[in-house]
């Protein structure tokens, strides 16, 4: 009798378009966490090496050229072995860890969905807070995630947001409303504020008329913040359209007030006797 082997293979399971997205929100949401010190942290371990070799560089440039050309002249070459380590640091390691973070970042959100607004744009303030100019290819990464996403809102979206999702798109924009300058328009394009003005339109936000006015106010200079502001003034009527739904959408929404319970009901003697004989009160009919 022969004796078969059925080897059994494992066949992958296919996540579907829900639970990736589920985990893309999962991921960025811890990312988002404590993203201000993650930052600095990373920023300051991927200069760590360049620092560390220009410190090497400079005494080893100080002590050999001590005894040739004296102190000033060692400490000043020594110096600039040094400044040449830093530098090479801000170019090259925090361009690396840069583009590392900005490729892990791209193959995360690319499932996400519109819950993924309010960790990208914590990250995007965590970031600009840490003053991580030097990593712009994180934010513009991060940037462009977000107006991809913007991009794609549905109305059917609204049930899964609510006004804390939508805190950080509106303080985005309202830091654009104040100063709409160079580093702005390296971050925010008008393209970008155009996507996020509609965005709110379709979500119906009880706010966005309010930025859209203090976006036609913007201060700046150039042509790029006329173009912001006509975007602003070309939002504004459906903006406040989408205003006035979101109000009457909360009205009808409203809940009602709780009854009380019988239990908690507190029931007190009457202060005074029923006026008139008691014979002659009222009964119903079918008391004897």
């Not at 560089?57 to 400490?75: E, K, T, V």
């Not at 991009?151 to 999702?165: C, E, F, M, S, T």
Request: charged share 25%; aromatic share 6%.
């Amino acid at each position: 009798m022969e004796t078969k082997v059925v080897e059994i293979q494992e066949v992958p399971t296919q996540l579907t378009k829900r639970e990736r997205a589920d985990a893309a929100l999962a991921e960025l949401t811890a990312r988002a966490r404590n993203c201000y010190w993650k930052t600095r942290f990373g920023m300051s371990f991927a200069m760590m090496p360049g620092i560390l070799t220009g410190l090497g560089g400079w005494f080893s440039i100080f002590f050999l050229l001590r005894p040739i050309l004296g102190d000033d002249w060692a400490a000043g070459i020594g110096m600039v072995v040094y400044l040449a380590g830093v530098i090479g640091a801000m170019i090259f390691g925090l361009g690396r860890y840069s583009r590392r973070s900005a490729s892990e970042l791209s193959r995360i959100v690319e499932h996400a969905d519109a819950r993924a607004m309010k960790p990208l744009t914590d990250m995007v303030r965590s970031n600009v807070w840490a003053g991580t100019f030097w990593l712009l290819p994180i934010l513009r990464t991060i940037v462009a995630a977000l107006s991809r996403i913007l991009d794609a809102v549905k109305p059917d979206d609204r049930n899964a947001l609510d006004d804390a999702d939508l805190a950080g798109l509106r303080s985005i924009l309202t830091s654009c409303a104040n100063h709409y300058g160079f580093v702005q328009l390296r971050l925010y394009t008008p393209e970008f504020i155009r996507t996020a003005l509609r965005a709110l339109t379709v979500l119906q936000d009880r706010h966005g008329a309010d930025l859209a006015e203090r976006l036609t106010k913007t201060i700046g200079v150039g042509r790029h913040v006329a173009e912001v502001k006509q975007i602003a003034r070309d939002a504004l009527p459906a903006l406040r359209e989408a205003a006035l739904r979101a109000r009457e959408r909360a009205e009808l929404l409203r809940p009602a007030e709780a009854p009380l319970r019988p239990d908690e009901t507190l029931l007190r003697p009457i202060e005074a006797a029923p006026a008139g004989e008691a014979e002659l009160l009222v009964r119903p009919a079918d008391c004897d």
